[in-house]
């Protein structure tokens, strides 16, 4: 209706000022010539003429513009030839795609005409040229405007999957290099339309970028009952359109020219596709349907999806379509092999995020897991999350993959992640984890999870914010906060990997803010003494579980130290047992630093007589370090008290001693932490020698370490010892004094804090 009285305003007026019925005419670009203007749109104009009389034109544009200023209508006007008008086509992208919708509105109609018909040769002879400058365009508009399917205040005209993307896709339908997009988008379209009207009109103003203050308004206006309801059906509508120019640009990718080597032999025609496993074939990029392949077959889907993933290709649109129109729902529970392609497509890092996205847009997602459309395209009003609940959930899936070969059941990692926020509902009440919880122990029980899995996903999903929350608003040096994150964990070493794993992928997801170089070092320092913690405790498993270590048993046989190098993400890190003894921990520290090894983290532990202790150390590969062998030997002289070894690291420390400096450590006695030892926890400037002073400090007053954690962060020590007599007795309050007296001075501080 807009258009139609704009269009009706403007012939009158060409009428008025006498326009020419030949050589020369009114025509529209942009949201008038596409019939599209809204409310407070720009009306775009071209007073196009043949060039034979521009004092002639020149008035007429007057005469056409002036009374459009006076009356205040907002106006982008130009006087042009067809040739001239080719001419800025051919240097300015923007104005030759917005060039291609040139309408008559008065006037010299086959004048127009033949300008349109030019525009089109020309953008069609030159499209394989110009195609890289306008995909460019597209990724630095998605860099500057984000994309609008997740944002909470999206741009409807520049986001992803805003107006500007409809307008590059009928730029590529009329170059000829692609065809239209299989996935319907003009009813998506439209809801943005009518939300840009609806926003022109609650504003007062030009806007495109809906804001969080005018969504209520603009909610109201257009019948909805809440306002993250249209936050919703925007979302949705972006994403169908972003996943309609992701396909269609693909293609057009396609078009582009390849590098091709010359060859003068004759080679064999190579098949128009791959056939894959379970009756898929791969053709151009895509994965598709063999002939004989049942798109009804729930498992074809999932199949699809993860074979897609894994290869980084992308669904086939037609077979995308089929599967979501003819797909059947799964049977409850889940066979293995569905359940198997499920997490085969979720351990595909990025890759799963545009799969899993045509997946959903098909239909498939809500049918597998009917929870999921409780949180599908639900927005987030939270500064901290930049998707929405759903693309988040699938975020934090990708970002697990970095984790999947550390955890002990990368299936319930993957799991976890996919339903962490499941209990993010509209309305208030229950906290989403706590109402999610139980949401997720049904889906996964529903995929074919045993009921111990099924109970172990509800617990991590109940406390999937624990370590984040604890970690950067408890102090660590609390006891209280130990055993907080104990009892999240279950008491249980594995719990906590998957919990720290997820933790990260969550807050990865997230974005930015949420997983600063501050937050991962509280929640990792955290999670670290956690491990130390659980690792004390586990001073109650039998030897046949110390045998798993694969060291403990052969030094219980004959006496000898045992060293294992084990490369991890990051580094290199030793696995060192030897039979316990009063100073080994100060030796072994000593004899790394002799060796010029600085120990970055540390769990050390004390079963049945044996020392079983991991060092990481700073070495990045197993080369960089000593002979084990080597390194066995003089533990073993160490043994039997030939120090002369750990000259050269107590002389260092003497330097240190002496050296005047003054620095202040934290050292504080916990309290409460453990019946059975005395805690104490050391900060302090980190150095080459630190531990083989502090652990020296305690052997000279007859105290034994069962068990420490030791951390290194921005160059600070934070190194937590649990103290005993040598008999393994708890010290008594005077010797636990003794101990944070020996730890201060074992510093090399003058001054320092402490604390019991």
Not at 13 to 38: I, N, Q
Not at 49 to 71: E, V
Request: glycine share 8%; aromatic share 4%.
């Amino acid at each position: 209706m807009i258009t139609e009285s704009v269009e009706s305003a403007l012939v009158e007026l060409y009428a008025e000022v006498g326009g020419p019925a030949s050589g020369a005419a009114l025509a529209a670009v942009g949201s008038l010539a596409r019939h599209e203007l809204g409310p407070r749109s720009d009306i775009d104009l071209v007073l196009l003429h043949n060039g034979r009389s521009s004092t002639k034109i020149n008035t007429l544009a007057g005469d056409l513009w002036y009374p459009l200023w006076d009356a205040r209508i907002r106006i982008d006007h130009a006087v042009r030839t067809p040739a001239e008008s080719a001419d800025v086509a051919g240097r300015e992208l923007s104005a030759g795609v917005g060039l291609l919708d040139l309408r008559v509105i008065a006037g010299d109609v086959e004048l127009v005409k033949g300008a349109r018909t030019a525009l089109l040769v020309s953008w069609r002879g030159n499209a394989r040229k110009r195609l890289p400058e306008l995909l460019a365009s597209l990724d630095e508009r998605l860099a500057t405007f984000g994309d609008a399917a997740y944002l909470l205040e999206p741009d409807l005209k520049e986001a992803r999957g805003g107006f500007r993307d409809v307008s590059l896709l009928r730029a590529l339908a009329a170059s000829w290099l692609t065809d239209r997009p299989h996935v319907g988008i003009r009813e998506p379209y439209d809801r943005l339309l009518d939300v840009r009207d609806a926003l022109h009109l609650a504003s007062g103003r030009t806007l495109d970028r809906l804001l969080a203050s005018e969504t209520e308004p603009v909610a109201t206006r257009l019948g909805y009952s809440d306002a993250d309801h249209l936050r919703r059906d925007v979302s949705l509508a972006a994403r169908r359109i972003g996943h309609a120019v992701d396909l269609t640009v693909r293609a057009a990718r396609q078009a582009l020219p390849q590098h091709r080597v010359l060859s003068f032999v004759k080679r064999e025609r190579k098949p128009d596709y791959i056939r894959a496993d379970h009756g898929l074939i791969i053709h151009a990029g895509e994965v598709g349907l063999g002939g004989s392949t049942n798109p009804a077959d729930p498992l074809v889907g999932l199949r699809s999806g993860a074979l897609a993933a894994q290869r980084g290709l992308v669904l086939s649109p037609v077979t995308a379509d089929n599967l979501g129109k003819l797909g059947q729902a799964l049977h409850t529970p889940w066979p293995n092999p569905a359940r198997e392609a499920l997490l085969e497509l979720l351990s595909a890092g990025p890759n799963v995020i545009p799969v899993w996205e045509a997946l959903d847009l098909a239909g498939c997602i809500g049918r597998w897991i009917p929870s999921w459309e409780s949180i599908r395209a639900q927005p987030q009003h939270n500064p901290i999350h930049r998707h929405t609940v759903d693309r988040h959930l699938v975020q934090t899936v990708a970002e697990a993959q970095r984790h999947l070969t550390r955890v002990d059941r990368p299936d319930i990692l993957l799991l976890t992640c996919l339903f962490h926020d499941i209990g993010k509902l509209p309305g208030a009440g229950v906290h989403h984890a706590e109402r999610g919880a139980p949401i997720a122990r049904a889906a996964v029980e529903t995929i074919g999870l045993n009921p111990a899995d099924a109970a172990l996903v509800e617990h991590l999903v109940r406390h999937h914010l624990t370590l984040a929350a604890l970690a950067t608003k408890r102090d660590h040096a609390d006891p209280a906060t130990l055993d907080a994150l104990v009892e999240a964990v279950q008491g249980r070493a594995d719990v906590l990997d998957l919990l720290r794993c997820l933790t990260e992928a969550d807050a990865r997801a997230a974005g930015p803010a949420a997983w600063s170089p501050w937050r991962a070092q509280l929640i990792n320092s955290l999670a670290d003494q956690t491990e130390g913690l659980l690792v004390d405790e586990s001073t109650r498993l039998d030897v046949t579980q110390l045998v798993d270590l694969g060291l403990a048993r052969s030094v219980q046989l004959d006496g000898r130290p045992r060293i294992r190098v084990e490369s991890q993400p990051g580094g290199v890190q030793l696995v060192i047992a030897a039979t316990d003894r009063l100073g080994l921990f100060s030796d072994t520290a000593g004899l790394l630093a002799s060796h010029s090894v600085q120990v970055r983290s540390a769990v050390l532990h004390t079963v049945e007589g044996v020392a079983v202790n991991t060092w990481r150390v700073d070495k990045q590969v197993a080369s960089d370090l000593p002979d084990t062998a080597y390194l066995v030997k003089q533990l073993t002289r160490l043994e039997g008290a030939e120090t002369g070894i750990l000259k050269s690291v107590q002389r260092r420390e003497a330097r240190a001693h002496g050296s005047g400096a003054v620095s202040n450590p934290y050292v504080e006695l916990v309290r409460d932490a453990s019946e059975t030892a005395a805690v104490v926890e050391v900060r302090t400037g980190d150095r080459a020698g630190l531990l083989y002073a502090l652990g020296r400090s305690l052997s000279e007053i007859k105290l034994s370490i069962r068990s420490a954690h030791i951390s290194t962060l921005a160059g600070q020590a934070i190194d937590t010892f649990y103290v005993t007599e040598v008999d393994g007795s708890a010290p008594s309050e005077a010797r636990a004094r003794m101990a944070v007296e020996a730890l201060t001075i074992a510093a090399g501080i003058t001054t320092a804090t402490v604390r019991s």
